[in-house]
T-cell receptor, first 111, second 113 residues
Framework: GQSLEQPSEVTAVEGAIVQINCTYQ??????LSWYQQHDGGAPTFLSY????GLEETGRFSSFLSRSDSYGYLLLQELQMKDSASYFC????????????FGRGTSLIVHP | DGGITQSPKYLFRKEGQNVTLSCEQN?????MYWYRQDPGQGLRLIYY???????QKGDIAEGYSVSREKKESFPLTVTSAQKNPTAFYLC????????????FGPGTRLTVL
């Protein structure tokens, strides 16, 4: 099976930079995704990494190191609206797309 | 606008009753999924369907049933056999197995009294 570990909570101040880490143990790793979920809302897709390195999308970047079984989501210029839960999810090789999600990291942004 | 709809947003049922949660998508996506989310937990897969008239159990399928008679619809029935049904249920879809982005519905919060 697969297992993922994320910190349960991270706090930061508005305007700062924060990094949310995700380590995984899985066989047949294919890629790592990140989702954002506001309280009571639906998760929304942020990014996907299949290869080592950094992917940048506006204020958000995601990094993957396949050799270390590790990835992170980097949020820059934090805004109050970034307060949410962030989930990493692994995809394994195979015909069906069945992601396994981590337990999520609650990001609290203070003014 | 294309998207996934789930209804109702909040649902209350008495213990021992079966209840069906609706999930409809107009994205023309092949694959659909049902997840359960409990406080402080990630998303746990209940059932998924890659094509019409076919579905497979996920990690926590016991006490649940699904059908996929139409491409756009994937209803979930929470049966009386589910020991702890109170949770937030999320439906999702993906265009095809080659894509990475799952699209989620707004969720149904089920409370069993």
């Amino acid at each position: 099976g697969q297992s993922l570990e994320q910190p349960s909570e991270v706090t930061a101040v508005e305007g700062a930079i924060v990094q949310i880490n995700c380590t995984y143990q899985t066989s047949g790793f294919y890629g790592l995704s990140w989702y954002q979920q506001h309280d009571g809302g639906a998760p929304t897709f942020l990014s996907y990494n299949a290869l080592d390195g950094l992917e940048e999308t506006g204020r958000f970047s995601s990094f993957l190191s396949r050799s270390d079984s590790y990835g992170y989501l980097l949020l820059q210029e934090l805004q109050m609206k970034d307060s949410a839960s962030y989930f990493c999810a692994v995809r394994v090789r195979g015909g069906s797309y069945i992601p396994t999600f981590g337990r999520g990291t609650s990001l609290i942004v203070h003014p | 606008d294309g998207g996934i709809t789930q209804s109702p947003k909040y649902l209350f049922r008495k213990e021992g009753q079966n209840v069906t949660l609706s999930c409809e998508q107009n994205l023309n996506h092949d694959a659909m999924y049902w997840y359960r989310q409990d406080p402080g937990q990630g998303l746990r897969l209940i059932y998924y369907s890659q094509i019409v008239n076919d579905f497979q159990k996920g990690d926590i399928a016991e006490g649940y049933s699904v059908s996929r008679e139409k491409k756009e619809s994937f209803p979930l029935t929470v049966t009386s056999a589910q020991k702890n049904p109170t949770a937030f249920y999320l439906c999702a879809s993906i265009a095809d197995a080659g894509r990475e982005e799952q699209f989620f519905g707004p969720g149904t919060r089920l409370t069993v009294l």
